[in-house]
């Protein structure tokens, strides 16, 4: 992040806070942990950062766990892992629930103020009444009576669970997030991941994120602007309990195009086995989108290429992964392999006796080293690419040199069998149309690997789902794709996680080295042509 110190970004944007003095800035990055870390996540981690970082002010990671009915321990270690990943360095890192005793202290205080009231109304009715701007039957009960109600709230029993701390700001403000938000609430039952069985009542997000913040410090609080709304309820809650104020900054929420991004909605395609798990490769999590090729620096330069745009951006993924390629075609090493079905053995009349000889890995970066390419007296070719051979036609054989077809086999159905040519290795490749990949047959000094090759598509078949869409209408029935593909003997000695580019198909991570059957899985990873899927 640091090269992009002062710059505007590539939008435009000036990467700069307001009123932030250099050594002051305390900024803080607030998961909740109940699912993994997903693109937009990655956005908002990513700005706190670089404004802590740009200012020499303090990152502060917040784990906000003040519900347990949502949380777990398994989503905090995975969030704390993918931030890693991320190159994202908390100063500190906190929880909501580290303040619970003083939350909920705030909370008495509030009641003791007169700007606090425990509520029964139904949620149904509640929901109705913000609507029409009408007040609770409880607003106006005296504070002895709210303490009690709290109080028994707190013990979690079957009256207090009836009840909600409601903060008594206004009943029909024009602006809906106004109106008497829900502070405290009654979850005697589930067991909270850090605290225990210990509380029996929790503070809500409006009422704990201007709390903490205040507490920890922070001095300017980052976030979406679809909470727009609630800024003024913020700042009224920090009023009401005469705590330091907090600049907010707000900054468009991420999306993307055919693709989902909540936790609650992400879950849903886990458990119902969907997809593996949440590093599926269809998955907008860092973890998916690593685990199909995406770089961290690719990550970052996106975001920072947006900065705090105000717009709500809802991006095509074709923009990402062309970012993605640029960083790694120079890099990855490029290798053959050749669709297995239908695969024809081309006889060279004229080519030398079985060889091998080292080549670079790649032809533009020497720092890749050489690989071993064997070359042979008969060679395999790819079915379309046979088909597409005309009798007498010049091609290149990439790497090696030219051959003229002299014949074809075929079946009935049109396949070729086999095909016969003569060399003439020095012919100019200018000169010819087809340039295609080949691979010498196995033998004892080098056998060719099969391998899987995978290739997604989107989740989901609608490209923006509106709010009264149901997104589980929308799932794509077939998002995975599976072929079989002949490798180069050298793709035998990769590592898991290596990228590589299979020359003419594009570019694959090695996900497994024992997938499917036991061959290697290789997923493609998309190169922002819109041919491809996601
Ligand atoms: P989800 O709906 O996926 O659960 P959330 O906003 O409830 O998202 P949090 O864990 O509370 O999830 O979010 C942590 C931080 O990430 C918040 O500051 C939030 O504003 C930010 N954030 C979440 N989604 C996006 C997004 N799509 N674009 C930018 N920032 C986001
Ligand atoms: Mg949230
Ligand atoms: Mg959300």
Same mark, same amino acid.
């Given at each position: ?5 002062? !710059? ?34 990655? !956005?908002?981690?990513? /700005? ?20 347990? %009915?949502?949380?777990? &321990? ?34 008495? *205080? ?14 149904? *009715? ?43 700001? %206004?009943?029909?403000?024009?602006? !809906? ?44 609080? /980052? ?88 717009? +709500? ?44 000889? &080292? ?34 036609? &010049? ?22 069998? %086999? ?40 989740? +989901?078949?609608? !490209? ?29 000695? /990769? ?40």
């Amino acid at each position: 992040a640091e090269k992009f110190k002062n !710059k505007k970004t590539a939008a435009g944007f000036d990467l700069f806070l307001k009123d932030a003095q250099q050594g002051q800035v305390v900024t803080r990055f607030p998961p909740e942990p109940s699912g993994y870390l997903h693109v937009g996540h990655a !956005k908002a981690a990513i /700005l706190n950062q670089y404004f802590a970082r740009q200012y020499n002010g303090k990152l502060i990671i917040r784990f906000d766990d003040t519900n347990p %009915s949502k949380e777990k &321990e398994e989503f905090e270690q995975s969030i704390i892992e993918d931030l890693a990943l991320l190159g994202i360095k908390g100063d500190v890192t906190t929880h909501t629930s580290d303040h619970f005793d003083t939350l909920y202290k705030y909370a008495i *205080q509030m009641i003791q103020l007169g700007k606090a009231y425990a509520d029964d109304t139904l949620q149904e *009715q509640m929901r109705a009444e913000r609507m029409d701007g009408i007040p609770s039957k409880r607003r106006d009960a005296s504070i002895e009576e709210n303490m009690t109600r709290f109080a028994e709230m707190s013990t979690g029993s079957a009256d207090g669970r009836k009840w909600c701390l409601r903060a008594k700001l %206004s009943f029909d403000d024009p602006n !809906k997030a106004m109106r008497d938000p829900v502070i405290y609430r009654c979850n005697p039952d589930v067991s909270h991941h850090r605290t225990g069985t210990t509380w029996k009542v929790y503070p809500t997000y409006d009422f704990a994120c201007p709390i903490v913040d205040s507490i920890e410090g922070v001095t300017h609080a /980052l976030r979406t602007n679809e909470y727009r709304d609630r800024n003024p309820q913020y700042q009224w809650m920090l009023d009401a309990l005469s705590l330091r104020k907090v600049d907010i900054w707000d900054f468009g929420r991420l999306n993307f195009v055919y693709t989902l991004l909540s936790k609650r909605k992400l879950q849903w395609f886990v458990d119902n086995g969907i997809v593996g798990g949440w590093d599926d490769p269809r998955f907008p999590t860092v973890r998916g989108i690593r685990r199909r090729g995406m770089t961290i620096e690719t990550i970052q330069e996106f975001i920072l290429a947006q900065g705090p745009s105000q717009q +709500i951006i809802n991006m095509e993924w074709d923009n990402i992964w062309t970012i993605n390629k640029r960083h790694i075609d120079p890099v990855v090493p490029r290798y053959v392999a050749l669709d297995k079905e239908g695969v024809v053995k081309v006889s060279v009349k004229g080519a030398p006796k079985r060889h091998s000889k &080292e080549m670079p890995r790649h032809k533009k970066n020497a720092d890749l080293g050489n690989k071993v390419t064997v070359f042979d007296e008969v060679v395999y070719v790819e079915q379309t690419d046979a088909r597409s051979f005309a009798q007498g036609e &010049e091609v290149t054989f990439m790497d090696w040199g030219n051959v003229i077809i002299d014949s074809k086999q075929t079946d009935a159905a049109g396949n070729v069998l %086999s095909i016969e040519a003569t060399a003439n290795l020095d012919g100019d490749f200018k000169k010819t149309k087809k340039k295609v990949t080949w691979l010498a047959p196995s033998a004892s000094d080098a056998s060719l690997v099969d391998v899987n090759l995978l290739d997604f598509d989107y989740l +989901i078949t609608k !490209k923006k789902l509106e709010e009264e869409d149901n997104f589980a209408d929308f799932v794509t029935p077939t998002s995975e794709f599976h072929s079989v593909a002949l490798a180069d003997h050298n793709v035998a000695a /990769l590592q898991q996680g290596a990228a590589v580019q299979f020359e003419r198909k594009g570019y694959y991570i090695l996900d497994k080295l024992a997938g499917k059957d036991g061959r290697a899985d290789f997923i493609k990873i998309p190169d922002g042509k819109a041919a491809t899927s996601a």
